[in-house]
């Protein structure tokens, strides 16, 4: 089974390969995922890990040598490795670190990415860290309380709180982290304001999403799957507060009475609630709130201002807008409200 930009086959024989987590790769291509250890005996209710049988622990230099092969015949250009937890967490962390250090020893300078395990030491972090291009640990659940709900083994604030500011000490601005979307039962609010924290005190690079799925043999086989438009509306939330710097508070608003994003773009659902923007006298800020103008063209608009005023939607194209999903929510002053019509 091959995705876009992921490869699912990589150790001969071995089925441990199928990990379901997002990864741009640095943009490096292919992006080969392993496990090296295909047993867990934790209890992460949503996990397919957990509900296989067999699957034992592939060598550091064993998954190497496999990585290696495939990306001199040009089948994998990076590499994500990640391990169940059969036993020692410490074990499996080192198999990690020591992989990748086999990897960087004979030459791999592609994209690399450690994932820490939840518990694991601080040396061995600060290790991963050293060899690897992006090293991640997923906080799963948006508190520590909805983890508890599904997975009783891990302990929220010791085995990823504190590990996770371990991780932002050790590669500051290019971990990640990750949270599984409705395994929990949690409301976007939550995810919100969890995210909003995230950036705020550990500025990981990004945050994904992974919309739950039932597996067969997981205790959660019966529970309807999270719908992709909520992981897609949950993605463009989280561009607006991390890239746009929108206040949680201002999102809130956008949900519903449980804490739920409706199914439209949350930036054109807020615009659509606030009066149209001046685009000769508003704020960086304000700016920012119309649908078609992202960072790079509001920041163009301030700047051009400052010479002469803006006076037609030729003069927002310039500057990079798309006239057409801004036009409902701008408007030029009142010397030049004729020229709206030509939107
Ligand atoms: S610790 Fe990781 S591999 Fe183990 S059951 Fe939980 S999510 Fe699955």
């Keep these: ?95 990690i670190v020591e992989t990748g250090e ?47 709900e599904v997975a009783g083994v891990k302990d929220y604030r010791c085995d990823i709180e504190k590990r996770q500011a371990w991780v932002a000490e050790a590669m500051p601005g290019r971990h990640t982290t990750q949270l599984v979307v409705g395994a929990a039962g949690e409301s976007d609010a939550e995810i919100l304001s969890c995210v909003a924290r995230q950036y705020r005190r550990l500025a990981p690079a990004r945050v994904y999403y992974s919309a739950f799925t039932p597996l067969a043999g997981t205790p959660l086989e019966c529970r309807d799957a999270t719908p992709l438009w909520r992981q897609r509306r949950l993605y463009q939330m989280d561009a607006l507060v991390h890239l746009y710097q929108f206040s949680p508070d201002l999102l809130r608003d956008v949900m519903d009475d449980d804490g739920f994003l409706p199914d439209a773009d949350p930036k054109r659902v807020l615009a659509e609630n606030l009066p149209p923007v001046d685009i000769n006298t508003a704020p960086l800020a304000d700016l920012l709130r119309v649908p078609g103008i992202g960072p790079v063209g509001a920041r163009r608009i301030c700047a051009m201002r400052r010479t002469a005023p803006l006076v037609s939607p030729a003069d927002l194209r310039r500057c990079g807008v798309r006239t057409k999903d801004a036009g409902p929510f701008v408007r030029f002053g009142r010397e030049v409200q004729a020229t709206l019509s030509s939107f």
């Design 1 to 95: 089974m091959e995705r876009q930009g992921v490869i699912t086959s990589p150790v001969e024989g071995y089925p441990w390969s199928d990990l379901d987590t997002p990864d741009t790769a640095g943009g490096c291509g292919r992006l080969l995922k392993v496990l090296l250890d295909g047993r867990c005996s934790y209890d992460c209710a949503y996990c397919g890990v957990r509900a296989r049988k067999g699957g034992g622990p592939v060598g550091p230099a064993e998954i190497a040598d496999a990585f290696l092969r495939m990306h001199r015949e040009g089948r994998a250009d990076g590499l994500f490795l990640s391990s169940g937890i059969a036993g020692d967490v410490d074990l499996a962390m080192e198999g």
């Design 102 to 148: 086999i990897l960087r020893r004979r030459g791999f300078r592609g994209y690399l990415h450690l994932k820490v395990l939840p518990g694991a030491a601080r040396a061995d972090i600060a290790d991963a860290a050293r060899v690897a291009d992006r090293i991640s640990i997923n906080i799963e659940a948006p508190s520590a309380s909805r983890l508890s």
